[in-house]
T-cell receptor, first 113, second 113 residues
Framework: NAGVTQTPKFRILKIGQSMTLQCTQD?????MYWYRQDPGMGLKLIYY???????DKGEVPNGYNVSRSTTEDFPLRLELAAPSQTSVYFC????????????FGSGTQLSVL | KQEVTQIPAALSVPEGENLVLNCSFT??????LQWFRQDPGKGLTSLLL?????REQTSGRLNASLDKSSGRSTLYIAASQPGDSATYLC????????????FGGGTRLMVKP
């Protein structure tokens, strides 16, 4: 099992550009999450999904969009990149149930200049 | 709103020392609490997960305890090693639509040889 795979690992964007961060998992997990982590801070939830076709906002959704057309994939889209979106982005997934541990991808480091 | 706090933010100890990392949360209505390890430039790796009905979990030199009534958890690391140097984050899973995790800001640990 590859677990949770994120691409790209690094990206530099200019203000106003758009991009999609890819996330895929091969563990058949229903729950998937996108977090951002700013330097020296904990993780903030951007969006989450409880299954294919179902998504909802987290704590900091402004400036982002998501879709969940399959169980495996949960892409995060930035439409008009802003310097405030410079951060490290993590995708995570877990199985249904009370004991489900959270599994993380290795992250995407994004800089908006 | 659930808030999670980790103190201290940074800790430096000599090799071989036993140490305790602290995590506190404001709302005791949680499913479970997880401790994660994050190495520089990497994603998060789950270390221990404690269900709300449990008091502690152990894995090797790590022991995590949970006191829901007081809103506290501790991660005990026995006989610390330089390889334990990393950032340790705790996260509580709350009762809501997405069973989201709320993260603390982390404790950055350095174990000196």
């Amino acid at each position: 099992n590859a677990g949770v795979t994120q691409t790209p690992k690094f990206r530099i964007l200019k203000i106003g550009q758009s991009m999609t961060l890819q996330c895929t998992q091969d563990m058949n997990h229903n729950y998937m999450y996108w977090y951002r982590q700013d330097p020296g801070m904990g993780l903030k939830l951007i969006y989450y999904s409880v299954g294919a076709g179902i998504t909802d906002k987290g704590e900091v959704p402004n400036g982002y969009n998501v879709s969940r057309s399959t169980t495996e994939d949960f892409p995060l889209r930035l439409e008009l990149a802003a310097p405030s979106q410079t951060s490290v982005y993590f995708c995570a997934s877990r199985s249904t149930g009370e004991s489900g541990k959270l599994f993380f991808g290795s992250g995407t480091q994004l800089s908006v200049l | 709103k659930q808030e999670v706090t980790q103190i201290p933010a940074a800790l430096s100890v000599p090799e071989g020392e036993n140490l305790v990392l602290n995590c506190s949360f404001t709302d005791s209505a949680i499913y479970n609490l997880q401790w994660f390890r994050q190495d520089p430039g990497k994603g998060l790796t789950s270390l221990l997960l404690i269900q709300s009905s449990q008091r502690e979990q152990t894995s090797g030199r790590l022991n995590a305890s949970l006191d829901k009534s007081s809103g506290r958890s501790t991660l005990y690391i026995a006989a610390s090693q330089p390889g334990d140097s990393a950032t340790y984050l705790c996260a509580v899973r709350v009762y809501n639509a997405g069973n989201m995790l709320t993260f603390g800001g982390g404790t950055r640990l350095m174990v000196k040889p």
